[in-house]
Nanobody, 116 residues
């Protein structure tokens, strides 16, 4: 398995920004897809954004134009830049890796709270 460590969550006012980081224990080239998911209380975990080892990205509709997923291959880290945050973005955010070599791994999660 790949070890994933998230950081960067916190409390932010509506309209504010946060950047989440997910540091992986393996090379990003050995991971087929890295994704950010979120889960609010009472809701199912949902995909927010994903990036492939080829650099292709996709986003759920509710975050398009506000969130950006990116990566630093040398640092083995994937980022989620979140701008124009809304209260409905409040959730625990999880990093997930999918690898032919290592299987599926999840991070421990980081809390994002958007509130005035």
């Amino acid at each position: 398995q790949v070890q994933l460590v998230e950081s960067g969550g916190g409390l932010v006012q509506p309209g504010g920004s946060l950047r989440l980081s997910c540091a992986a224990s393996a090379s990003l080239f050995s991971i087929n897809v890295m994704g950010w998911y979120r889960q609010a209380p009472g809701n199912q975990r949902e995909l927010v954004a994903a990036i492939t080892n080829g650099g292709s990205t996709n986003y759920t509709d509710s975050v398009k134009g506000r969130f950006t997923i990116s990566r630093d291959i040398a640092k083995r880290t994937v980022y989620l830049q979140m701008n124009s945050l809304k209260p409905e973005d409040t959730a625990a955010y999880f990093c997930k890796s999918q690898s032919t070599r290592y299987g599926i791994s999840w991070g421990q999660g980081t809390q994002v709270t958007v509130s005035s």
